[in-house]
């Protein structure tokens, strides 16, 4: 399984740069968990093949150039782009950015060829299948509906915490899969911010290191993600202080492979 967090900022010769700024996972250059940079960051080839989203919750950098992907490829495909979130999300995507005054409501509309975009619900606790994987969702502790995903593609499995406070299903869902090769955790905010990371249901270091306590999986590679760019080196730094086994910072751009 290859995954790559897809970058959303850019150096001055237009490589990545490692803030990351949008969520948008793009795993073996099918499926994406999320969409913040799909629209502005996909290589060519991959926008030939991602036809899969998942959407964990609405916040503006999970979803904000989604719009725009859609856009961009609405007179090429053959087949829709399959948004999979839980009803709750498809409601606010329906009511608050598809919805005919932020952009078009592309599930109604067709190209040459039928729809350019279908909502897939999922429920949270029942396995579903997006392209070649099988997932589950659970719901986490954000200040939105949003939802962590444990995924496989029959070999490989790996988990998505998605934004969070402490939580407990989540790790519940992980600590019954057979194996975890990997899982995607956030750090939002160093653990001097720990009122603000409360305040807006995100993880510091010193919380992610609890919630760490609750896995009963060993050995997997631990990456963090969704750090906050303006506090990213102290956030970095703190990470480091855990020295945890495996644990690093996800960088934007590179692709992993398990
Ligand atoms: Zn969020
Ligand atoms: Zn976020």
């Known amino acids: 399984m290859q995954i790559q967090l897809l970058p959303s900022s850019f150096d001055s010769k237009g490589g990545a740069s490692p803030a990351q700024r949008l969520t948008c996972f793009v795993i073996d250059d099918r499926v994406t968990i999320d969409a913040g940079s799909i629209g502005i ?29 859609v856009d961009d490829l609405f007179g090429d495909l053959r087949e829709p782009v399959r948004i999979h979130a839980t009803s709750e999300v498809i409601e606010l995507l329906t009511a608050d950015v598809f919805n005919d005054t932020v952009y078009p409501k592309f599930d109604l509309l067709k190209n040459a060829h039928g729809h350019v975009m279908q909502y897939v619900p999922f429920e949270v606790g029942r396995e579903f299948k997006v392209a070649h994987l099988t997932c589950t969702a659970v719901s986490v502790n954000h200040i939105v509906p949003t939802i962590g995903l444990l995924l496989s593609d029959g070999v490989t499995t790996v988990a998505f915490s998605s934004d969070t406070a402490e939580t407990e299903e989540f790790w519940q869902l992980v600590n019954q899969a057979k194996k975890l090769d990997a899982l995607f955790i956030e750090a939002s905010f160093p653990d001097s911010m720990e009122g603000l990371a409360k305040a807006s249901k995100h993880l510091t270091p010193a919380s992610l290191r609890n919630e760490l306590s609750k896995l009963n999986h060993n050995g997997m590679d631990i990456l963090a993600v969704h750090l906050n760019p303006a506090h990213r080196e102290k956030v970095v730094s703190e990470l ?12 934007p751009g590179r692709t992993y492979e398990w």
């Open 41 to 69: 960051a996909l290589s060519d080839a991959q926008q030939t093949t991602v036809r899969d989203v998942i959407v964990t919750h609405p916040h503006m950098d999970h979803i904000a150039s989604l719009p725009i992907f």
């Open 240 to 251: 480091n202080q855990l020295k945890i086994d495996k644990l690093q910072v996800m960088e």
